[in-house]
Nanobody, 127 residues
Framework: EVKLVESGGGLVQAGGSLTLSCSAS????????IAWFRQAPGKEREGVSC????????YSLDYMKGRFTISGDNAKSTVYLQMKYVRPEDTAVYYC????????????????????WGQGTQVTVSS
């Protein structure tokens, strides 16, 4: 059974930094993609970053270039989202998701390509 558990959310001041973690179990990273999505109140879920492992290599896509960076530790089965220079508009529930189709055919983080989701972690940025 695939299980994803996010942690690291909380309250942070604008301009500050925060690192989210996604602990994964029930699968190995090879030929899988893990992504971070977020959803703010009243808004649609949007992709933040995604990363795919294949043949011992990994590649990633970060939408908030220069501010948010995804990374992974295969040995620890953990994926991170490093958030820097956060803004009030980054306030949202951040979700970790896993799927075998992510980044396989499209250079984008599409939520429909991810089958398993964590429960989410709240990030609130104060101005």
């Amino acid at each position: 059974e695939v299980k994803l558990v996010e942690s690291g959310g909380g309250l942070v001041q604008a301009g500050g930094s925060l690192t989210l973690s996604c602990s994964a179990s029930g699968f190995t990273f090879d030929d899988y993609a893990i992504a971070w999505f977020r959803q703010a109140p009243g808004k649609e879920r949007e992709g933040v970053s995604c990363m795919r492992w294949s043949g011992g290599r990994s590649y990633s896509l970060d939408y908030m270039k220069g501010r948010f960076t995804i990374s992974g530790d295969n040995a620890k089965s953990t994926v991170y989202l490093q958030m820097k220079y956060v803004r009030p508009e980054d306030t949202a529930v951040y979700y970790c998701a896993a799927g075998q189709r992510g980044l396989e055919s499209n250079h984008a983080c599409y939520p429909w390509e991810y089958n398993d989701w964590g429960q989410g972690t709240q990030v609130t940025v104060s101005s």
